[in-house]
């Protein structure tokens, strides 16, 4: 059974920086790319940044480049979202994904997804 945990959100004054982690289980983790999305309070799931695999590249939302990197650590499967600079407008609820095949933005190719940790950002 697939397992997607997130762990590190929290509430966060504006300015200030964070580091999500995602520890995945039940799949071979390195040969998926992940991917960290989030949802805001009346918004729809919105794609954020995406980790290929075997350093085959990173993208990120425009929104967030410059101040969000992703990461993965395959040898502990799990993939990071540092944030930094962060806005009230970053509030949202954060989740990990991950993508066999497919777009890396488009959120319906993703195959397993967590349940989501909770960003609050203070103004």
């Known amino acids: 059974q697939v397992q997607l945990e997130e762990s590190g959100g929290g509430l966060v004054q504006a300015g200030g920086s964070l580091r999500l982690s995602c520890a995945a289980s039940?799949?071979?983790?390195?040969?998926?790319?992940m991917a960290w999305f989030r949802q805001a309070p009346g918004k729809e799931r919105a794609f954020v940044a995406a980790i290929g695999t075997s350093d085959t590249g990173t993208e990120y939302a425009d929104s967030v480049k410059g101040r969000f990197t992703i990461s993965r650590h395959d040898a502990v499967k799990t993939v990071y979202l540092q944030m930094s600079s962060l806005s009230p407008e970053d509030t949202a609820v954060y989740y990990c994904a991950a993508l066999n095949v497919g777009t890396w933005a488009r959120q319906s190719d993703y195959e397993f997804w967590g349940q989501g940790t909770q960003v609050t950002v203070s103004s």
């Open positions: 039940g799949l071979t983790f390195s040969t998926f790319v």
